[in-house]
């Protein structure tokens, strides 16, 4: 019932529409069942008179079918075209909530779910829903007035031949209703699968060239063989239960006629029957037939968007870890005081990342975060925008606990460099604009000179309109890390996070962007991230961090004389690994 419900609410902004679909469906079912109608009577009433009286009404009747006939397709017009209209829009609404959904939600959700599987639920399976919103309620609405009234009729024609029908009939529904329990597995099934075929896409096509780098497409199209496989799989044990469904209800459809022939001859024999009352009889079981075919045939759109709508269901009822809390107040006035308490965390359920760390930057200052891989720093760095929350402890920003402020002015408090640096599909100006919304083309400029990749985007033959490719694959590791940066100077936040910022640059831009940080951070609170060394010499404070918390901490010329870890880092680095 809840994802019943969940399902009509869609309808709610459609009414008109959905309601006056539902009116043409009843005038497209009455004349369906008018026609039987007309012709007994004209056969009784007219067709039995003498010529001049049949010539004289026949005209009159043709026009009178003829405006049935006009109306009718007007109502045919509106329900095929703007019933897929509103199924359509139902459609977009829904994309439209679970796109908004996956934007709410924490990383954590990211982390175990693949995208894939995320674009399979956001194309394929709301394509089947809308089918479903469509064609469900029409034809269970057409069907079922079809069925009651040529049962009706039926009944007015002979009760004891029609209760004989409805007995094959009752059977044929409750055959109906075990088989799609029976199904209803198997095509839940086929949308796992489904989207473990587009899962296994969208991996393979995104790491091509590290496929091509190993020479790994046999092994990719091993992969995509088996999943495709098992789709195929999945969909010929729902075909063969399909088939079997189908011509058990075919057999059951011919047994109606059986019935109807046996039966009718009995009737007429005893003389309780007329035949031409057979003949309208046969009439009226096809309109009493193809509604139940229409209903039979429409099982597996059903069960397909039904499994799909349970899918959709699923992730909006996935609440974001992250979320504002009742009351959050937003974050102004940005002196850039950081200071973490005692604060732990962990990933799901593995060994704990963070242990206990307490930790004070002050307003400004520039501090750098080194160590050993896994010891914890882009952890560190990714808790203080609310990435993820601390599993104990606080952190707070000029005094204020950061879960007490609103994710957006947090957010855009703090501009972030990441090591892994994503370009979306466009122009260079709009991936420097991302920096900023509504960025003037003067501030993307500028921009762009500070991170001192402006003179490489005029050398390109459409300079600032130049098409990056997807994830910026025709740009350089560097030139993409420098747009990056870009970003950043656009944005211009009070707090900056540098993650591995200069990771990607030559000797000689990395000196160019140096310079350009060095500028940025003044008066600004920054982290910087780095296993360069040589990038982090002028920082206020350098903490080591390892698997083991916070081992030292001092400026650069304190921890070369303790000759400690930080040291020994250093030395390797610059003094040979010898």
């Given at each position: 019932m809840n994802i019943l419900k969940k399902f009509i609410a869609y309808y709610k902004p459609y009414k008109f529409l959905f309601y006056f679909d539902m009116f043409c469906a009843i005038i497209v079912s009455?004349?369906?069942?008018?026609?039987?109608?007309?012709?007994?009577?004209?056969?009784?009433n007219l067709f039995t008179q003498d010529k001049e009286t049949i010539l004289h009404a026949i005209g009159f009747?043709?026009?009178?079918?003829?405006?049935?006939?006009?109306l009718k397709y007007f109502c045919q017009y509106?329900?095929?075209?703007?019933?897929?209209?509103?199924?359509?829009?139902m459609e977009t609404d829904m994309r439209r909530d679970l796109f908004n959904h996956f934007q709410k939600l924490s990383f954590s959700y990211y982390d175990?779910?693949?995208?894939?599987?995320?674009?399979?639920?956001?194309?394929?399976?709301?394509?089947?829903?809308s089918e479903l919103?469509?064609?469900?309620?029409?034809?269970?609405?057409?069907?079922?007035?079809?069925?009651?009234?040529?049962?009706?009729?039926?009944?007015?024609?002979?009760?004891?031949?029609t209760l004989i029908l409805?007995?094959?009939?009752?059977?044929?529904?409750?055959?109906?209703?075990?088989?799609?329990?029976?199904?209803?597995?198997?095509f839940a099934d086929s949308r796992i699968k489904i989207a473990a075929v587009n899962s296994g896409l969208q991996d393979s096509l995104a790491g091509i060239r590290v496929v091509k780098s190993f020479a790994n497409e046999n092994l990719e199209q091993e992969k995509f063989r088996k999943s495709n496989h098992q789709f195929l799989e999945s969909k010929v044990k729902i075909y063969h239960l399909m088939g079997g469904f189908h011509a058990w209800n075919s057999f059951f459809e011919g047994l109606l006629y059986v019935v109807i022939i046996v039966s009718g001859g009995l009737f007429i024999a005893d003389g309780t029957l007329e035949i031409s009352d057979l003949a309208i009889y046969v009439l009226y079981i096809n309109l009493f037939i193809n509604p139940i075919d229409v209903l039979i045939n429409y099982t597996e759109a059903f069960q397909k968007g039904y499994a799909g709508f349970k899918r959709f269901v699923e992730v909006l009822e996935t609440e974001p870890d992250i979320v504002d809390k009742e009351g959050a107040i937003p974050l102004s006035d940005v002196k850039g005081e950081i200071r973490y308490n005692n604060v732990s965390f962990r990933y799901n359920d593995d060994a704990k990342v963070l242990d206990n760390v307490s930790l004070t930057i002050g307003a400004g200052q520039t501090i750098a975060l080194v160590g050993p891989s896994g010891g914890g720093k882009t952890t560190l760095c990714s808790l203080l925008p609310r990435f993820y929350d601390a599993a104990s402890g606080s952190i707070t920003i000029d005094g204020k606990d950061i879960r007490d402020l609103t994710l957006e002015s947090l957010r855009n408090a703090i501009g972030i460099v990441q090591q892994d640096v994503y370009m979306f599909d466009g122009s260079v100006k709009e991936n420097i604009a991302y920096g900023k919304a509504g960025a003037t083309e003067s501030e993307i400029i500028e921009a762009a000179q500070k991170a001192n990749i402006h003179d490489f985007i005029m050398s390109l033959d459409e300079g600032y309109d130049t098409y990056v490719g997807e994830r910026g694959v025709r740009l350089s590791g560097g030139q993409k890390q420098r747009l990056s940066i870009a970003r950043v100077f656009l944005k211009n936040p009070p707090i900056l996070i540098l993650d591995e910022a200069t990771s990607a640059l030559d000797n000689d831009s990395e000196r160019y962007i140096q310079k350009s940080l060095l500028k940025l951070s003044q008066n600004r609170t920054t982290i910087v991230i780095a296993h360069r060394l040589s990038t982090i010499k002028n920082s206020d404070e350098i903490i080591v961090v390892t698997?083991?918390?916070?081992?030292?901490?001092?400026?650069?010329?304190?921890?070369?004389?303790?000759?400690?870890?930080?040291?020994?880092?250093?030395?390797?680095?610059?003094?040979?690994?010898?």
């Amino acid at each position: 019932m809840n994802i019943l419900k969940k399902f009509i609410a869609y309808y709610k902004p459609y009414k008109f529409l959905f309601y006056f679909d539902m009116f043409c469906a009843i005038i497209v079912s009455a004349i369906d069942l008018a026609f039987p109608q007309i012709l007994n009577y004209l056969a009784k009433n007219l067709f039995t008179q003498d010529k001049e009286t049949i010539l004289h009404a026949i005209g009159f009747i043709g026009l009178a079918l003829l405006a049935m006939y006009v109306l009718k397709y007007f109502c045919q017009y509106f329900i095929i075209s703007w019933g897929h209209i509103m199924g359509a829009k139902m459609e977009t609404d829904m994309r439209r909530d679970l796109f908004n959904h996956f934007q709410k939600l924490s990383f954590s959700y990211y982390d175990k779910n693949n995208t894939g599987e995320m674009m399979s639920k956001l194309v394929v399976d709301l394509f089947d829903i809308s089918e479903l919103a469509h064609h469900g309620p029409e034809n269970v609405f057409i069907s079922t007035l079809k069925i009651v009234g040529s049962f009706a009729l039926l009944m007015l024609i002979n009760v004891k031949m029609t209760l004989i029908l409805l007995g094959v009939t009752l059977i044929m529904v409750l055959f109906t209703i075990y088989k799609n329990v029976k199904m209803a597995p198997s095509f839940a099934d086929s949308r796992i699968k489904i989207a473990a075929v587009n899962s296994g896409l969208q991996d393979s096509l995104a790491g091509i060239r590290v496929v091509k780098s190993f020479a790994n497409e046999n092994l990719e199209q091993e992969k995509f063989r088996k999943s495709n496989h098992q789709f195929l799989e999945s969909k010929v044990k729902i075909y063969h239960l399909m088939g079997g469904f189908h011509a058990w209800n075919s057999f059951f459809e011919g047994l109606l006629y059986v019935v109807i022939i046996v039966s009718g001859g009995l009737f007429i024999a005893d003389g309780t029957l007329e035949i031409s009352d057979l003949a309208i009889y046969v009439l009226y079981i096809n309109l009493f037939i193809n509604p139940i075919d229409v209903l039979i045939n429409y099982t597996e759109a059903f069960q397909k968007g039904y499994a799909g709508f349970k899918r959709f269901v699923e992730v909006l009822e996935t609440e974001p870890d992250i979320v504002d809390k009742e009351g959050a107040i937003p974050l102004s006035d940005v002196k850039g005081e950081i200071r973490y308490n005692n604060v732990s965390f962990r990933y799901n359920d593995d060994a704990k990342v963070l242990d206990n760390v307490s930790l004070t930057i002050g307003a400004g200052q520039t501090i750098a975060l080194v160590g050993p891989s896994g010891g914890g720093k882009t952890t560190l760095c990714s808790l203080l925008p609310r990435f993820y929350d601390a599993a104990s402890g606080s952190i707070t920003i000029d005094g204020k606990d950061i879960r007490d402020l609103t994710l957006e002015s947090l957010r855009n408090a703090i501009g972030i460099v990441q090591q892994d640096v994503y370009m979306f599909d466009g122009s260079v100006k709009e991936n420097i604009a991302y920096g900023k919304a509504g960025a003037t083309e003067s501030e993307i400029i500028e921009a762009a000179q500070k991170a001192n990749i402006h003179d490489f985007i005029m050398s390109l033959d459409e300079g600032y309109d130049t098409y990056v490719g997807e994830r910026g694959v025709r740009l350089s590791g560097g030139q993409k890390q420098r747009l990056s940066i870009a970003r950043v100077f656009l944005k211009n936040p009070p707090i900056l996070i540098l993650d591995e910022a200069t990771s990607a640059l030559d000797n000689d831009s990395e000196r160019y962007i140096q310079k350009s940080l060095l500028k940025l951070s003044q008066n600004r609170t920054t982290i910087v991230i780095a296993h360069r060394l040589s990038t982090i010499k002028n920082s206020d404070e350098i903490i080591v961090v390892t698997d083991q918390g916070i081992q030292e901490r001092g400026s650069h010329k304190q921890l070369i004389e303790r000759a400690g870890i930080y040291a020994h880092y250093y030395n390797m680095q610059f003094e040979g690994l010898e």
